[in-house]
């Protein structure tokens, strides 16, 4: 099965808002963070936000005040609440999980196919 399932992307106009949610399989043990990446026109993918097992988060400055992300650990399921959107967050949003691969105790990365963000002025 799909490692991890997106959901809640969509266009919407500047100040509004959206939820992307992640639910991740059930064949994924030892999940350590989980968050959202994105990929815009003409940059750099980018970490946008990030949830540890511990509820330690971590956010791109652009996003800070703006987006909030929160992890329900019985369901092994992120959600990213995206606030006062702006143009400048238009892109595919990605999933990502990370699991602490035993023996080697080094990071394996699961990715989401990607959700479109389009934010219009």
């Known amino acids: 099965q799909v490692p991890l399932v997106e959901s809640g992307g969509g266009l919407v106009q500047a100040g509004g808002s959206l939820r992307l949610s992640c639910a991740a399989s059930?064949?994924?043990?030892?999940?350590?963070?989980m968050g959202w990446y994105r990929r815009a026109p003409g940059s750099e993918r980018e970490l946008v936000a990030r949830?540890?097992?511990?509820?330690?988060?971590t956010y791109l400055d652009s996003v800070e005040g703006r987006f909030t992300i929160s992890r329900d650990n019985a369901e092994n399921t992120v959600h990213l609440q995206m606030n006062n959107l702006k143009p400048e967050d238009t892109a595919v949003y990605y999933c990502n999980v990370q699991t602490i691969t035993p023996i080697t105790r080094g990071l394996r990365d699961y990715w989401g196919q990607g959700t479109q963000v389009t934010v219009s002025s």
């Open positions: 059930e064949n994924i043990f030892g999940i350590y963070t």
């Open positions: 949830i540890r097992s511990d509820s330690v988060t």
